[in-house]
């Protein structure tokens, strides 16, 4: 019988990484994928929809781009090569994972993993043993219990990837992140989308005036907020409205984007604590099972790509070196990268009085910045917001809507994770002119002091 | 010709002395036996006369500094006389503090006094050139104290600036390794430094209305509070109760007082029976008449009975040795005199030191029972109380009101366990209660 120092199953961001690293430190490292390297973020997550909304931007910025001088006849958006771009980025981002896991010398296997016990995983008809365990296998679309959710039309973020055709019109079903991409990437291209929503504002971990901005500035998109999805029928949606109306919206397509399940069926025989969220695991990632760790979506802790990527880090060096890294969840940075993007990183004030933290906030608008007046105008509209801790000024929060928030967000990251004070920002060069600017704008509005 | 005061010998297991107060300054006349000083043993407080006589040229040492036995603290001779100090003190710090390894692994003998208990020079000194506040140290050295190493940890220990300013704020201390990015020390992190126990930090101004009397801690009082807080902190005590027949006990004083003055008996106590009875007793329960020292456990044969005794300087417990063989007058003649020795001051270290085993008698202020205090490094306390009336029920169903003696036993549950101790504490009692037929024995 083959046997590993590391087993690891899924090759997510996670799991990869988990290999990846296991791998550079010299261990005999096994990598089972039941799919395609790379997993959801890879193939049906973070970069296809990346691709698909990159293009549908630029085909809205030069439809919109006649007030700076840009003007294009006969313009269209041709989703079949917009597909084959988005197909091309994610087999070269695949196959480049392929060749990653070669050079930290991972052996990959293609098959359904089936967890024998906390050292023996088989696939196929051959059984391979392990000292460690890395359970990787992601998540899954939940698709709720609604009459007609079963029907031909409603599709889940992995098939509507591979539509044919742009719909006429598209209701999305669940106002998280991945119903807002859509439904910003299929009005960009010209669908009439309508976002059904159970809570009163979309985007739960968004700050509560930006959720509201960014509906306002997503312009084609219909927002229903506090609306109850009762029927799924061959023409449409069915719902209840917040004054308890039963309403009916055509739809050519549903999208169902209301959440994701961890992933833990098979996992029986390794006898894992598993609560509703996922697989139970301490901040080491370490399961009950003591040489089994969970990473990634199914454990539940956070659903995002680089949370499972640092998850598979702490876990590594917990295996395999020191077992002084622990996992942090406080400056988790995230980001929707509809038109316009919002980003944010750490606490809202929301979470804060929830918490029962005393903070301090200002928002800035952007249109007083720069580079975002040249760029976007008067009229667009951008926030960026810094809370801060009321007696400590430690900076607990920072929140972004507008052009390349989610590429500044690492900053707020660093902030928060360094645990600086408002007086510390200040003190940081920000490059002139950029969008970053306005961090250190809302950090003096905060505290004019020098 | 100017002449150097030692600081005396004091028995043969005290190795250093702390000077609690000088009596005399420079310049002051002193004659052979003019108290210097009182110094304090681990035991006691001493006073150190002085050997010379002319005016006190120089004092060696400040008050609170431990000095080595033998070793000159004073110097006496010719007013104007030129002095050549070769002061030990500062190579006996140097000696203290040299060698960090040594000072964490193993304390030296030589412990430091109770005001530097905190910090070490070096570290103070250290410290005090980085500008680190000493309380926002994580002590690591014997005793809590913050020693060098401290200081180095918390030089290089990348603090966040929100940390740092919560530790200068607040007097928190920052553990050697964070849980933020690169081990970096969170605001969060931080703990309220570490106090030694035997120096503790206590609020710095009453807050009650009305004159107050401050009261230096030093002498016999510090040497007490030190002791007990080391047994309160270094020992599991469990204390049993229970109440002895004291008809016997009652009725041999009674006659001892009515007896004739020549056997020398009339002054043979109550106390001075239950030291006998658990002289007599501790022989057959040799786990009781012990040390414990963590790794190993000392058992005597003899008994050397400590005996709790107030005096105005401070409780002192003066050691009945051999007491297993001594009469019961022996017993009691050697009680008064040592109670007269620790009353008058003139107790030596010898004689305070060495018990086996402690009684504590307080039935005279009419306790009937108590906790005890283990008199470390023993094994067990005796707690005696006052004199009660209990009722018995004879087997025809009278009942009639017997006198108890209380006896309170605190034991250390590291060296003995509880079914031990109430066996050895109802052969205590059992003897008690026939002591008229033990004194045969």
């Known amino acids: 019988m083959e046997t590993y120092d590391l087993i690891v199953v899924g090759s997510g961001p996670g ?3 988990a290999a990846e690293r296991a791998g550079s430190l010299g261990k005999r490292v096994l990598l089972i994928e039941k799919g395609y390297l790379g997993g959801v973020c890879t193939n049906w997550g973070c970069i296809p929809t990346k691709s698909l909304l990159h293009s549908a931007k630029q085909y809205r910025h030069t439809l919109e781009g006649e007030q700076y001088g840009l003007e294009a006849k006969g313009l269209s958006y041709n989703l079949t090569k917009a597909m084959a771009w988005k197909q091309d980025t994610v087999e070269t981002l695949r196959s480049g994972i392929g060749f990653l896991m070669k050079s930290n010398k991972v052996e990959t296997l293609f098959g359904e993993a089936q967890f024998i016990d906390p050292h023996h995983v088989k696939v196929g008809d051959t059984v391979y043993a392990t000292d460690f365990l ?17 029907l031909a039309h409603v599709l889940t973020s992995d098939e509507i990837l591979s539509v044919e055709k742009i719909p006429e019109t598209l209701a999305i079903i669940g106002g998280g992140v991945i119903g807002v991409e859509f439904a910003s990437y299929f009005s960009m291209v010209g669908t009439k989308v309508t976002v059904i929503e159970m809570m009163d504002e979309i985007l739960p971990m968004m700050d509560g005036e930006f959720a509201k901005l960014m509906r306002r500035e997503m312009k084609g998109v219909d927002f229903k907020l506090g609306c109850k999805v009762e029927e799924i029928t061959p023409e449409g949606v069915v719902y209840t409205d917040a004054k308890g109306v039963r309403q009916t919206i055509a739809s050519e397509l549903v999208l169902m984007s209301v959440g994701r399940r961890p992933n833990v069926a098979g996992l029986e025989n390794l006898k894992l604590e598993i609560a509703r969220t996922g697989i139970a695991v301490n901040d080491r990632l370490q399961t009950n099972i003591a040489n089994v760790y969970a990473i990634g979506d199914v454990n539940g802790k956070s659903l995002l790509a680089h949370s499972a990527s640092r998850m598979a880090e702490v876990a590594i060096s917990n295996i395999f070196g020191t077992t002084r890294q622990r996992m942090r969840y406080n400056a988790i940075p995230w980001a ?14 929301t979470e804060a009085a929830k918490r029962g933290i005393a903070v301090k906030s200002q928002t800035v608008q952007m249109r007083s910045n720069g580079r975002f007046l040249a760029e976007q105008g008067k009229r667009a509209g951008g926030l960026v917001k810094v809370i801060a801790d009321a007696t400590t ?5 920072v929140h972004l809507l507008g052009p390349y928030s989610s590429e500044m967000i690492w900053g707020a990251a660093a902030l928060i994770e360094a645990e600086l004070r408002i007086q510390d920002v200040k003190e940081i060069v920000f490059p002139h002119p950029s969008v970053s600017e306005l961090i250190k704008d809302a950090c003096f509005a905060l505290d004019h002091t020098l | 010709m100017a002449q150097q005061v030692v600081m005396p010998k004091q028995g043969n297991s005290v190795e250093s002395c702390i000077i609690v107060e000088w009596n005399v300054k420079v310049g002051d006349k002193v004659a052979i036996g003019d108290v210097l000083c009182s110094a304090e043993t681990d035991k006691s407080t001493i006073d150190v ?16 500094d431990e000095v080595p036995v033998m070793v000159p603290i004073a110097v006496v001779g010719e007013p104007g006389e030129k002095v050549e100090v070769a002061s030990a003190a500062p190579a006996e710090q140097e ?7 040594e000072m964490v692994v193993a304390p030296l003998s030589v412990t430091p006094s109770q005001e530097s208990t905190g910090s070490s020079p070096r570290a103070r000194a250290l410290a005090s050139s980085l500008g680190i506040p000493l309380s926002s140290l994580y002590a690591t050295g014997p005793k809590g104290r913050v020693i060098e190493r401290d200081v180095l940890n918390a030089a290089s220990q990348p603090l966040t600036p929100a940390a740092r300013e919560a530790a200068l704020k607040q007097g928190l201390a920052a553990p050697v390794a964070g849980s933020g990015i690169g081990g970096r020390v969170l605001a969060s992190d931080l703990v309220s430094p570490v106090v030694a126990p035997a120096a503790p930090s206590l609020p710095s101004s009453p807050t009650a209305e009305g004159p107050v009397t401050e009261i230096p801690v ?3 009082r510090k040497v007490t509070a030190r002791r007990m807080m080391a047994s309160i902190h270094g020992t599991c005590q469990l204390t049993l109760h229970a109440f002895a027949d004291a008809r016997a006990l009652k009725s041999l004083r009674a006659g001892f007082k009515a007896s004739k003055s020549e056997l020398g008996l009339t002054d043979v106590t109550l106390n001075d029976l239950v030291l006998f009875a658990v002289s007599r007793t501790l022989v057959d329960f040799p786990a009781f008449n012990a040390h414990f020292l963590g790794d190993k456990m000392l058992r005597f044969s003899s008994v050397h009975l400590g005996m709790a005794t107030d005096t105005e300087r401070g409780l002192l417990v003066p050691v009945i040795r051999n007491s297993q063989n001594m009469s019961l007058k022996a017993i009691s003649l050697e009680v008064k005199r040592l109670v007269a020795k620790c009353k008058e001051g003139s107790a030596t270290p010898e004689e305070l030191s060495g018990s086996t085993f402690t009684v504590s008698n307080v039935g005279s202020f009419g306790i009937e029972a108590f906790t005890p205090v283990l008199n470390v490094p023993e094994v067990a306390i005796l707690g005696v109380g006052t004199i009660v009336l209990k009722p018995n029920e004879a087997k025809d169903g009278t009942v009639s009101f017997i006198p108890h003696i209380g006896l309170s036993l605190t034991m250390d549950h590291q060296a003995v366990d509880g079914a031990d101790a109430a066996r050895f504490l109802k052969a205590l009692m059992d003897n008690i209660a026939s002591i008229d037929l033990l004194l045969a024995l």
């Open chain 1, 134 to 150: 890395i359970v990787a296998t992601g998540s899954s679309p939940f698709v709720p219990p609604i009459e007609g959710s079963k």
């Open chain 2, 49 to 64: 006369e002085s050997t010379a006589e002319g005016s006190v040229l120089a004092l060696l040492y400040k008050e609170g």
């Open chain 2, 95 to 101: 000696k203290e503090v040299g060698n960090l390894e």
């Open chain 1, 393 to 397: 000024n430690v900076i607990l929060g």
């Open chain 1, 15 to 17: 799991g990869y990484v």
């Open chain 2, 218 to 220: 030093k002498g016999v």
């Open chain 1, 336 to 349: 929707v990268y509809s038109l316009p993007e919002g980003a944010g990183c750490g606490l809202t004030e």
